[in-house]
């Protein structure tokens, strides 16, 4: 056989036996594939729409926990609070016991029917101005305040926001005049299907500088609404204010006596 015959013939054995190296080969003597961690973009925050304000993505809620501690006392067969206590994150704050009194309503004009007992509490009681007309200004003095109804009878919620709206427009809130946050707690009195009887619903008011907290609490959880004071001076007025008929006089006199 001669040379040439010889190379050509080494030269296809060695091309066929580089051809024929499976691709992953090297990679047995490698460094092993190490897992990879997907890294997640925090979420941008979403854009106001029209005038509603935006929400900061990193704002931390304060939560707010109430227990109370009964009385013996029993009002309209209602058992009284002797005290209830707030708790904001990490602040505590002791509201104690003002008043009382009973919310009548005439139907049609005529028959007086009674509605709800509410009880006041207050953080600083001797703060309080106990005359008609001082009594709705010093209430932030002495704050935080809490006004307790505990229904009567099983009344819808819409029935109960219609006769918060009364009480609002005595004190010359309208349904045009109201700020969005007074507006989204009147919706969300509206929006509760039942109050029922012997079961009781908070209104409670936390002020910070220039600012308030409303506290709407009822038997399952409390919701939050934020505003400037004229929120809560607002929401007070229905009872401290100028009364909307002669059965809610007599309940305001009876809460500030």
């Known amino acids: 056989m001669s040379v040439a015959v010889i190379i050509s013939f080494m030269s296809i054995i060695i091309a066929t036996s580089v051809s024929t190296t499976p691709a992953f080969a090297k990679r047995n003597k490698a460094e092993p594939v190490t897992k990879t ?4 973009s925090p979420a941008t925050p979403a854009q106001p729409v029209g005038d509603a304000p ?6 931390q809620a304060i939560k707010y926990v109430m227990t109370s501690k009964p009385s013996e006392e029993k009002f309209e067969q209602v058992p009284m609070m002797l005290s209830r206590t707030l708790i904001a994150g ?19 004009g005529l028959v007086p029917v009674r509605v709800y007992t509410i009880q006041l509490l207050a953080a600083n009681p001797e703060k309080l101005v106990r005359t008609e007309d001082g009594f709705l200004a010093s209430l932030k003095d002495a704050g935080p305040v809490q006004l307790r109804l505990t229904f009567l009878r099983d009344l ?24 969005p946050e007074l507006a989204a707690v009147m919706s969300e009195v509206a929006s ?15 002020w910070n500088a220039n600012q308030v907290s409303l506290l709407l609490e009822d038997p399952v959880q409390i919701k939050t609404f934020n505003g400037t004071p004229a929120l809560a001076e607002n929401i007070l007025s229905i009872w401290f204010g100028k009364p909307a008929d002669s059965k809610l006089k007599d309940l305001k006199i009876a809460l500030i006596k």
């Open 54 to 59: 935006m929400v900061e993505a990193n704002a």
């Open 37 to 40: 961690t997907l890294q997640t």
């Open 192 to 206: 509760i299907k039942k109050f029922t009887k012997d079961e009781s619903f908070s209104i409670t008011a936390v």
């Open 90 to 108: 990490e602040t505590t704050t002791e509201l104690k016991n003002v008043s009382y009194g009973l919310r009548k309503k005439a139907v049609f």
């Open 156 to 179: 819808p919620g819409q029935k109960v926001a219609d006769s918060f709206k009364e009480g609002l427009e005595a004190n010359k809130i309208t349904t045009r005049s109201m700020s």
